[in-house]
């Protein structure tokens, strides 16, 4: 294995890299944490093929710096399971109200609280695994609600829609025309969802990021730009789960 270090430029931005190369890796792969941007290839990748890779993940390797970065300078303290403890639901701080009843009873949101009932209220594991599950549900009746809007005010058939979990997307559409949206977007306020859920059935008109395409997202969102840095500072906290 040979490391070396280089920089590129993205939007304007030099963003310096360790390349790391290894005859045994058959993948590509890239990683951000408080070292900077770090790149894996096999040694048989060609080394002009770089930049260009890059370039095509431009997006993502943005995002991960700029939340890197906002959780360095906040230093926000990981979701503690536990009564009274805070949960974001749709931009509103929802305190957890644990009682004592059946694994089964669904948690329900009692004014500022979300009660959640379990045999133990005590196991951190079963509430978060509970809470979790439930707030999945949630995103799911959610954005298939507002992409069935979206779609009929783009004259598009409602495309079909799955969870993601991803660690650095909030949504996507692949060529067969399916939307995912990241469940943890369920904690945001209803505008940021209604920015990315804008933002991924605009790619049903336009698989690119042109001119056109944002001319589609702003059809359904015309503040999506405001809304789409609110999204960037928000990622975080959102991620906390």
Not at 55 to 84: C, F, S, V, Y
Not at 216 to 234: E, G, Q
Request: with cysteine; hydrophobic share 40%.
């Amino acid at each position: 294995m040979s490391d070396s270090q280089h920089s590129i430029t993205i939007a304007n931005r030099e963003i310096p890299y360790m390349l790391k190369v290894s005859a045994r890796r058959r993948t590509i792969g890239m990683r951000v944490d408080r070292n900077g941007l770090t790149v894996h290839i096999p040694s048989r990748m060609p080394r002009r093929e770089i930049p260009a890779m890059l370039l095509k993940h431009a997006d993502w390797i943005e995002n991960k710096l700029d939340q890197l970065a906002t959780r360095l300078d906040t230093d926000l303290p990981e979701m503690q399971w536990k009564q009274g403890e805070g949960l974001n639901y749709l931009g509103r701080e929802l305190k957890l109200e644990l009682k004592i009843g059946g694994l089964r009873s669904l948690p329900v949101v009692n004014g500022d609280a979300l009660r959640v009932c379990l045999p133990d209220p005590s196991n951190s594991v079963a509430l978060k695994r509970k809470v979790l599950s439930w707030l999945r549900a949630q995103a799911l009746e959610d954005f298939t609600r507002r992409i069935a809007i979206g779609a009929a005010q783009l004259g598009v058939k409602t495309p079909p829609i799955k969870l993601s979990s991803a660690n650095t997307r909030w949504g996507s559409c692949n060529s067969k025309g399916e939307i995912r949206l990241n469940w943890r977007l369920i904690q945001a306020p209803p505008h940021i969802i209604h920015y990315v859920v804008a933002h991924e059935l605009a790619h049903l008109k336009e698989m690119n990021h042109s001119a056109q395409f944002w001319a589609w997202v702003a059809k359904l969102c015309p503040d999506y730009s405001a809304h789409r840095r609110t999204l960037k500072a928000l990622s975080p906290s959102l991620h906390l789960l």
